[in-house]
T-cell receptor
């Protein structure tokens, strides 16, 4: 297994456009997380999937954001009507574990620039 | 609410010096996990250590060591004999131990500190 994979690595879009990012977690990892990281800050939690169920969404995730994880495998994060404030690195992480998760493995992220 | 504070924004050392990165956390949970991650210039977060709140023994892994003190809510990270390759941003993180569902699985999401930029000069 090559780890968590994210696509694309970089995305430049015009304000108002929709964008979609993809995350392929480590196979058999039941937990999947999306985080957002802006310059000089630590990653901030966006949403959490356990298998295909989205169990938590951060207040950072406005109505313009939607995430899915069909069949509990890969996940997509879509941002509609992008705004300049959406410019950030979007990180995906996966982990396994029952009551307690094992360490989370992170992808290399998708850097979004909204112009 | 959970909170992680890394008071040191940037640290600059010369190669072979020892350096300690501070981490202070806040949580109401009695059981939790603490983590350290390294983020090199390539951007990918690299896992370094995971520590259970019930295990206060210090841990050493090569040039890395961690000092967990529950009494002061601190989880500090020391690099001995630093090297240029240690230059990166280091994040301390705290896991969410709330139970997410009837199966007893915790959310496990991480609350990160703001990070400490470590620069090791040759």
């Amino acid at each position: 297994d090559t780890g968590v994979s994210q696509d694309p690595r970089h995305k430049i879009t015009k304000r108002g456009q929709n964008v979609t990012f993809r995350c392929d977690p480590i196979s058999e990892h039941n937990r999947l997380y999306w985080y957002r990281q802006t310059l000089g800050q630590g990653p901030e939690f966006l949403t959490y999937f356990q298998n295909e169920a989205q169990l938590e969404k951060s207040r950072l995730l406005s109505d313009r954001f939607s995430a899915e994880r069909p069949k509990g495998s890969f996940s997509t994060l879509e941002i509609q009507r992008t705004e300049q404030g959406d410019s950030a690195m979007y990180l995906c992480a996966s982990s396994s574990g029952g009551q307690w998760p094992t360490e989370a493995f992170f992808g290399q992220g998708t850097r979004l620039t909204v112009v | 609410a959970q909170k992680v504070t890394q008071a040191q924004t940037e640290i600059s050392v010369v190669e072979k010096e020892d350096v300690t990165l501070d981490c202070v956390y806040e949580t109401r949970d009695t059981t939790y996990y603490l983590f350290w991650y390294k983020q090199p210039p390539s951007g990918e977060l690299v896992f370094l250590i995971r520590r259970n709140s019930f295990d206060e023994q210090n841990e050493i892994s090569g040039r890395y060591s961690w000092n967990f003190q529950k009494s002061t809510s601190s989880f500090n990270f020391t690099i001995t004999a630093s090297q240029v390759v240690d230059s990166a941003v280091y994040f301390c993180a705290l896991s969410d131990s709330r139970i997410a569902n009837a199966g007893g699985t915790s959310y496990g999401k991480l609350t990160f500190g703001q990070g400490t930029i470590l620069t090791v000069h040759p």
